[in-house]
């Protein structure tokens, strides 16, 4: 069957407290109304890149990977802005879409932009620059009404909207897009005729989205109070973020009799779609590199082991250092026929760091805990000789899967750790894991009470 219309602005559960379909759902969504392909284009992030690609693959779904950006408005020559737009800085919605790997390349960078600078953690954007400077391999479509073109044109300023749409169109080309959608909301009204004439004026094509946020109308309700909870406000207020019943999975059906007068809207979704080629696929982690000395990774870890085991069988007998000598070669045997010992080497860095700087750091917990390795590099401080503890448990040749230390730094110096990791591997090479919080059964109860 022949697509009719792809969905290019969808909200995963990973637009967190403002998307509310699950990733399988938007597959299913997709196999119940034939839609061949389909994007993501979660708020400010590819959270959801991995299942999503996936997801897409196991069902025969072409994945188009993207995300939905803030874009800071420039400054007006010699204006000075205020204290409230230094606080909150002016924003407008950009919809990027992958479409080969330099594209996805080039919007990880973007991200790294839009999080770390000036003024960035606390109101996460990107500049038209760097907008700029990073568009190869990327489609952009300008966000409708609440993009930069709509703000200009809804503030009565249609030659400076012109005048952004050529600059965008000098960098992406082709790759640009007049974003209209059919909401039933006001400013869509307000915008659309001037930016159909901007579009045909200066050959821009246009694509037709439907915002995406639940995937049914009847579920508008409970959505709102979704975002009431987001925002911390109350559903009976009146001056909030609101959406509409229309941001709903629309079938092609639904879309092409919405834009019946704009067909070529609906052709370019399917245009669009035929351009992306780019999947995610699992990579082997990548470890910075230890600084060995002369010494390779191999070499330095058995050293540094043979050192450490001296060091905890002082006066023992030699009955037990023959016993944790043997036991240490095994797994060193292991550790080193598996590529770890860098890792072992790196995490013994920073946790002896850490001990010599009077940072709390607990003594091991997890399968960790059962490596003699481990216990002589002072990474764990449980002895697993004395408590029977495997080593297999915590790395095992016949299952190849990365070995997890579980290691308790003190809650008010940890930081102090991190920045040493940092400033020592490199600030671009250390992340810190996020576990996103659930809307749990009894505590979603209290809030929806508490919104409505």
């Not at 059906?253 to 992306?276: G, H, S, W």
């Amino acid at each position: 069957m022949t697509p009719e219309f792809i969905h290019l602005h969808v909200h995963s559960q990973y637009s967190l407290l403002e998307g509310a379909m699950k990733i399988p759902k938007l597959i299913d969504a997709c196999v119940e109304h034939n839609m061949p392909a389909m994007a993501i284009t979660d708020t400010a992030n590819l959270f959801g890149g991995m299942d999503f690609s996936y997801a897409c693959a196991a069902a025969g779904i072409q994945p188009i990977l993207g995300t939905l950006l803030l874009l800071k408005q420039e400054a007006e020559p010699g204006h000075m802005p205020s204290v409230k737009e230094e606080i909150n800085p002016p924003m407008d919605k950009i919809v990027l879409l992958v479409q080969n790997e330099t594209g996805y390349k080039n919007l990880l960078k973007l991200f790294n932009h839009y999080y770390m600078g000036e003024g960035k953690q606390t109101f996460p954007h990107i500049t038209l620059p760097e907008l700029e400077e990073f568009s190869a391999g990327l489609i952009l479509l300008t966000g409708g009404p609440e993009g930069p073109i709509g703000r200009y044109i809804l503030s009565g300023q249609p030659d400076k909207a012109e005048s952004l749409l050529l600059r965008l169109k000098e960098t992406f080309g082709d790759r640009l897009y007049m974003e209209i959608m059919r909401h039933g909301m006001a400013i869509e009204r307000q915008t659309e005729e001037a930016f159909l004439d901007l579009a045909y004026k200066h050959n821009v094509p246009l694509v037709a989205t439907n915002d995406v946020l639940f995937k049914t109308a009847d579920m508008y309700e409970a959505h709102d109070a979704l975002l009431c909870i987001a925002d911390k406000t109350y559903v009976d207020v009146q001056d909030r973020r609101k959406v509409t019943p229309q941001h709903y999975f629309k079938t092609a059906e639904e879309m092409k009799a919405l834009f019946a007068d704009l067909p070529e809207a609906i052709q370019n979704t399917v245009q669009i779609a035929k351009r992306c080629g780019f999947m995610l696929h699992k990579m082997k982690p990548a470890f910075p590199q230890y600084d060995c000395g002369g010494f390779t990774e191999d070499e330095l870890l058995v050293k540094k082991a043979h050192e450490g085991l001296e060091k905890r069988m002082k006066n023992r007998s030699e009955e037990d250092r023959k016993k944790y000598a043997d036991r240490m070669e095994y797994e060193l045997g292991i550790i080193k026929q598996m590529g770890f010992p860098g890792y072992f080497l790196i995490v013994s860095d920073f946790i002896q760091w850490s001990k010599a700087h009077g940072i709390p750091v607990g003594p091991g917990r997890g399968s960790g805990a059962g490596s003699v390795v481990a216990w002589a590099l002072t990474i764990t401080d449980i002895d697993p000789l004395k408590f029977n503890l495997l080593f297999e448990r915590f790395l095992n040749p016949e299952r190849v899967s990365m070995p997890d230390f579980d290691v308790d730094f003190c809650q008010e110096r940890r930081g102090e750790t991190i920045q040493y990791v940092q400033e020592k591997y490199g600030f671009d090479h250390v992340a810190q894991i996020v576990t996103f919080g659930q809307l749990q059964a009894k505590a979603v109860i209290r809030d929806v009470g508490r919104v409505l």
